[in-house]
C-alpha cells in the first residue's frame, strides 16, 4: 500500500446504469462501506423510442456521491479517487456551450432498425463490424446516426459533438469532451486496433470526426474538477476522476472473469456471455462484440435479450394459478416453479422451448425471431412446459457460449451472476446444460468494484487486477452432471437446428404480427 492509499482510504465507484445511477465507497480491502441508489425514468412515447433526460441522470450522479459520502460518514481529505462505470451505446448532440440538444438515446431505443439490412446489404457494415467489434444493431450509436442524417439532417449537421451519457457528466463536471476507450469500442465506429475513430464508420454516418469527443485510455485522469459542483457533491476540486469503462467489461473484472477460460455469465431480466482476450478479436460471422478495457483487456461476448424474463413469461402467463396460490402462502412464485420444474426428468420428456418472445440479439441478432415449444405430445403437460422454459434459457446461452469459446479458447470455468442465480436449481441446469463448473460470486457490486481496481492502476498503486480476489468473496459451487449432460448435449443440438429451419417461417410471422397489431 502507497501513503496515499494509507491517508486517502476510501475510493469513490460511480455505475451509471439504464434505470438508476449506484454510487460506493469501497475500503482498501474492496469492503462497500456504503452504497447509493437513484432511479430516473426512461421515455418510451412511441415502441421504438427509448430515451432518458441527461440532466436528470447528470443531477443523480452528483446526488449519489454526496449521499455516499454522507452514508459512510467520511470526509473529502480522505476520498482517493471517483472512478466510473456506465451503461454502453447511449447517443445525445451537445451545442458549443456543452447543454443537450437531444434527449439521451439509450440503447434500447429501436428508431434505426430500419438501417441494420441496408448497411450490412450495401454499405459494407460486415467489414465496418469486423474494425469496431460492435454488432450491427439499432442498439448501436453508429446507426442511431445514419438515422438523425436521414430524419434531422439540421440536427445531426449543426451538433457540436456526439456524446454518450458518461462524456456528457464528464463534459459538465470538467468542460473537457473526452470519452475512455471501452465506451468508444460500443459505438460501432471506433477502430480497435487503431484506436481511433474508423473512417469507413464516420463515412457512413456523415459524421465529422470533430463532432466526436477525443478518445482516451480508461485510465485516463480528469483534474480541474468545477468547484460549485465540488461543494455540492462534498469532494475537494483536487480530487482525481478516472475515466472509468463500461458496466460490462468492469463487471468481468469485478467478477473475477478475466482469465483465459474463464467466462461470466449474467442472466437477470435479460443476459450475457462474456470472457476476455488479450488482443482485439472480431467474429467472422459477425455474432459476437468485442470492448476494450485496456491494450492488453478486450471482453468479448454476446447479449441474450430473453434470459429471466422468459421466466417471468411462464410465471404471469403459463403457471398463473401456481404463482398465485403460491403468493397466498407467502411463497416467492419463482421458487414455486423452481420446484415444479424440478418435479420434470432433465430435457422435459422431449419438449424445447426456443425464448425468443422478445426477438434476439447474440448470436444471430435477429429482431423478427419468436418463441417456439418444439416437440409438444400429449403427454406433456404444464411442468414440462415450465423446465422446458428453464432449460430453454440455458441452451440461449450455450449457443452464445460456443462461438465465444471459438475465439476465447475452450471454458474452465463459468462465474454466474443475476436475479437467476437466486435458484439453486437453475444454477445446477446451467452446469449441466454447459458441462462445465460454475461459481457465483458473493457480490452484487461488480462493475463498481471493477471500477474502482482500474481506479487504483490509474494511480499507480497497483499494476495489476490480481487483489480482486481478495475482495470476491467466493460463494456456491456446482459441478455438472455428466449423465444429464449427455441429454442436453442432444437437445441443444435439436434446438439449433430447430431455428435455423425456421428463419423464414420467422420472418413471416414476426411481419404477420406487425401487420395484424392491435386487431381481435
Ligand atoms: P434485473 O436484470 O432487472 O436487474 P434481476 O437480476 O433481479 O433483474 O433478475 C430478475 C430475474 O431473475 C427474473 O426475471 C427471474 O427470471 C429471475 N429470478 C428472480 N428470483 C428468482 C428465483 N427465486 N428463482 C428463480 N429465478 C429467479
Known amino acids: 500500500m502507497s501513503g496515499a492509499l494509507a491517508s486517502k482510504p476510501y475510493m469513490i465507484a460511480a455505475d451509471i446504469g439504464t434505470t438508476s445511477a449506484k454510487t460506493l465507497v469501497i475500503d482498501r480491502n474492496g469492503v462497500v462501506l456504503g452504497s447509493h441508489s437513484i432511479e430516473y425514468p426512461l421515455f418510451t412515447p412511441r415502441a421504438d423510442i427509448a430515451e432518458q433526460d441527461p440532466d436528470e441522470i447528470f ?3 452528483r446526488t449519489g456521491i454526496a449521499e455516499v459520502i454522507r452514508k459512510a460518514g467520511i470526509s473529502a481529505q480522505q476520498v482517493l479517487f471517483v472512478s466510473f462505470s456506465s451503461a454502453m451505446h447511449s447517443l445525445i448532440a451537445l451545442d458549443r456551450d456543452l447543454n443537450p440538444l437531444t434527449r439521451c438515446i439509450t440503447w434500447a431505443d429501436n428508431r434505426s ?4 439490412e441496408p448497411l450490412k446489404r450495401d454499405l ?5 463490424y469486423l474494425n469496431t467489434g460492435t454488432p450491427i444493431h439499432p442498439m448501436s450509436p453508429l446507426l442511431k446516426l445514419m438515422w438523425m442524417k436521414d430524419n434531422e439532417p439540421e440536427l445531426h449537421d449543426k451538433t457540436y459533438k456526439f456524446v454518450g451519457i458518461k462524456e456528457y457528466v464528464f463534459a459538465k463536471l470538467f468542460g473537457q469532451v473526452i470519452i475512455d476507450h471501452s465506451l468508444a469500442s460500443a459505438t460501432g465506429m471506433f477502430n480497435l486496433r487503431e484506436l481511433d475513430w474508423d473512417k469507413q464508420a464516420l ?54 472473469a478475466f482469465e483465459p477460460g474463464k467466462y461470466a455469465v449474467t442472466i437477470g431480466t435479460s443476459g450475457a456471455v462474456r470472457g476476455v482476450v488479450r488482443q482485439p478479436l472480431t467474429d467472422p460471422e459477425g455474432r459476437l462484440f468485442c470492448y476494450n478495457l485496456k491494450d492488453d483487456f478486450w471482453v468479448i461476448g454476446g447479449p441474450i435479450n430473453n434470459g429471466g424474463i422468459m421466466l417471468r413469461w411462464a410465471r404471469d402467463q403459463l403457471a398463473t394459478l401456481e404463482a398465485e396460490e403460491a403468493r397466498r402462502q407467502g411463497i416467492d412464485p419463482y421458487d414455486r416453479l423452481t420446484e ?3 418435479s420434470v426428468a432433465p430435457g422435459s420428456d422431449g419438449l424445447l422451448f ?8 447474440a448470436p444471430y441478432w435477429n429482431a423478427n425471431s419468436r418463441g417456439v415449444f418444439f416437440g409438444l405430445s400429449m403427454q406433456h403437460e404444464k411442468k414440462h412446459m415450465v423446465r422446458a422454459v428453464m432449460e430453454g434459457v440455458m441452451y440461449r446461452i450455450h449457443s452464445v457460449l460456443r462461438p465465444l469459446e471459438a475465439l476465447g479458447g475452450p471454458t474452465q470455468e463459468l462465474r454466474a451472476s443475476g436475479g437467476f ?8 441446469l446451467m452446469a449441466d446444460v454447459l458441462g462445465t463448473e460454475l461459481t457465483v460470486p458473493n457480490t452484487i457490486e461488480s462493475s463498481g468494484l471493477g471500477a474502482a481496481q482500474l481506479g487504483l492502476l490509474a ?17 456456491v459451487r456446482h459441478e455438472p452432471n455428466k449423465e444429464n449432460g449427455v441429454i442436453y448435449e442432444r437437445l441443444s443440438e435439436i434446438y439449433m437446428n430447430v431455428y435455423k429451419s425456421l428463419r423464414g417461417s420467422f420472418d413471416d410471422i414476426s411481419a404477420f404480427q406487425q401487420q395484424n397489431q392491435g386487431r381481435n
Open 59 to 61: 443531477a443523480a450522479v
Open 113 to 116: 432498425a430500419g438501417y441494420v
Open 124 to 128: 459494407n457494415g460486415h467489414q465496418i
Open 203 to 256: 463515412e457512413v454516418t456523415g459524421v465529422r470526426q470533430e463532432q466526436l469527443p477525443k478518445p482516451v485510455p480508461t485510465t485516463y485522469i480528469l483534474e480541474g474538477l468545477n468547484s460549485a459542483y465540488a461543494a455540492e457533491m462534498g469532494l475537494d476540486p483536487s480530487t482525481p476522476f478516472i475515466a472509468g469503462a463500461s458496466d460490462g467489461v468492469l463487471a468481468n473484472l469485478g467478477v473475477g
Open 340 to 342: 415444479i420444474a424440478a
Open 354 to 361: 426456443l425464448p425468443f418472445l422478445t426477438g434476439e440479439r
Open 421 to 428: 442465480a437466486r435458484s439453486t436449481f437453475w444454477r445446477q
Open 459 to 475: 494511480l499507480g498503486e497497483t499494476r495489476d487486477f490480481s487483489s480482486i480476489y481478495d475482495w470476491i468473496r467466493e460463494g
